[in-house]
């Protein structure tokens, strides 16, 4: 009892101790904030918070100590203002960058939007060391993805995003960087974890997420209708919106634009598109002014709207500034495209070599190789001589056959095709080494970076698979159709488990396409077995397409010459002139397509017109 009694008036004392009563009432009032105050403990306030607290515990003392008293006015003042700008600069902190790193942000933000970053290759390769904060990271970061996602690297953009600590996130920010993140997997072709991830988010209110979803169920199902519903649903959400992000409805309203273009609702697309050009300009975004403007170009040209396309692409135009390289490199691609569409080969060929020859000099060395490479590719497909091309490759060869991957073989393959085509004696030095990289090294290369790649990047693993079945093909003896047809299976394999629709029924043509390989070979003697193949494959995936009500869908366009010419082989005209008379309905110009292609295509022409003058 005596030492019940001497604790009990050790407490009095401490309760009677001014200096001892006041922390610890200041420290129980800290226990029940946090514990009722939930927000106050989220990871971005509750280290600003803490210290505060500190700092105004210190300074409570050292008045209870005497060592500051009231009567200081211009010290009182001094640690009052002290005080509130920490609060200030605590609270916005932990919201946006501020000073330094919101300047650096800005300049670095602009920057993106003028579409500099082809000759900004440094751009992000150091972080300023005074962005320290996890705000200004953020926000770096999300810049930095930007940055990878405008010159194509997406899987870094995928990394800098998976780097971003979740935990430090408020609500909306976890919710940008998911919808972000899914994005990215839906180009990436892994359709599973991006659906897992929307289903996270499970938002129907944000018209962002309502447009992801409806790329993911087409991705998935070519189900138009249901896209349809989503898409008309987003537009309704930001039509009644003004403060929702102009580049976000500049998305949107661009890919409703691209899918009623798919259904062949010209009208409907032209309005769209419209919107997002508004919009695009709005947002000052020099990328998204490229993708809309372009697109409504094509589709004015598509429905016959000459005199208006004229008018956006003189619009159009004005915006293009030559300094930046980007610019001049969209502009280039457009004008080929439209000469492409308007069967303009004078304009086409005009185009290509005035454009080409304006392009390299604002180049670095290793851009000026992809151009050649992208110059020779589109001379080639385009019926042009492209022997001054050629003879700059010439002398660079040694530089491709040293770059990275996938660009050395992406390089080497585009090479070894027009040198295939035109037939260049065996002496050349140039084929020699080519042929050499082909035979002895292509495959080796492929597997390694297959080896290399991420997981989730399913489609572009899947791509350089079925590259290396090419090359297995080509580049290899014997010819083992067998083995060809197993790895062709897995990747279909492949697509299938990702729901990878449209890719899986590519594949379904594309083992139809090794059996017709191997009946046109005279070497090959079991023809009538190839030949059941092929017919067995077509017709999988005919049927599939007929299921499916999607015949008419523009991404498909490839799939309706190359079925239509694998009918043709098996002798069912019926349903080659059928898929014949689809690709020609979507008015695209063939000569928007790979050679191969196009051969399909005359091939096709000429057999149905020497049917028409019999009759």
Known sequence: MAELASLLISFAELINNKF?????????????????????????????????????????????????????????????????????????????????????????????NQGRTIENEDLFTQKPIYMVDFVEKYNYNLLKADYYQQINKLSE?????????????????????????????????????????????????????????????ERKTLNLETVNNLLQKAVDIISDNDDFDNVKKAMIYNNYGRVRCLEGNKTDAINYYTSSVELAQKANKKHLIHV???????????????????????????????????????????????????????????????????????????????????????????????????????????????????????????????????????????QRKVIAYMKKDAISDLEDYILKLEQYEIKEKSYYLKEKIGLIRDYTEPYNFEKTYELLDDIKNIYQNNNMLAERLGVELDIADEALFNITEDSIKEKDKFFEVMKKYVELADNELVKLNSLSILELDTYYVRIAFYYLVIGNDKKAKFYLDKFESLEKSILNYALWIQKYYIELKKHFEKKIKRF
């Open 20 to 112: 001892v009563l006041v922390n610890l009432v200041i420290l129980v009032f800290n226990v029940l904030l946090l514990h009722n105050y939930i927000k106050l403990r989220h990871p971005r306030y509750i280290y600003r918070y803490l210290t505060f607290m500190a700092i105004l515990l210190v300074i409570i003392n050292y008045f209870l100590l005497g060592i500051i008293n009231f009567y200081d006015v211009l010290i009182n003042i001094i640690l009052a203002l002290l005080l509130i700008t920490y609060i200030f600069v605590s609270y916005f902190s932990a919201k946006m960058p501020l000073f330094l790193s919101k300047i650096k942000l800005n300049k670095l933000k602009k920057t993106l």
């Open 292 to 430: 809309s403007y372009q697109n409504l170009v094509h589709t004015l040209i598509l429905n016959r709207e000459f005199e208006k396309s004229q008018e956006y692409m003189s619009e159009y135009q004005k915006l293009i500034d030559s300094d930046i390289i980007l610019d001049s490199f969209e502009l280039f691609n457009l004008k080929i495209e439209l000469a492409r569409q308007k069967m303009d080969k004078n304009q086409l060929i005009t185009h290509l070599i005035d454009s080409h020859f304006d392009l390299r000099p604002k180049l670095s060395q290793d851009k000026k190789l992809a151009l050649d490479i992208n110059s020779l590719r589109l001379m080639f497909n385009s019926g042009m001589n492209g022997a001054v091309i050629l003879r700059e490759i010439n002398k660079n060869i040694n530089e491709y056959l040293t770059m990275k991957m996938p660009g050395r073989y992406n390089a080497l393959k585009e090479i070894s095709i027009v040198l295939k085509q035109l037939r260049i004696r065996g002496n050349s030095a140039l």
């Open 157 to 217: 953009a995928y990394q800098v995003y998976n780097e971003i600590d979740d935990n430090k996130l408020f609500s909306k920010e976890k919710k940008k960087v998911r919808l972000n993140k899914a994005n990215l997997l839906i180009k990436f072709g892994n359709l599973s974890k991006a659906e897992r991830l929307l289903n996270i988010i499970d938002d129907q209110n944000d018209p962002f997420y309502l447009m992801l979803r409806s790329i993911l169920i």
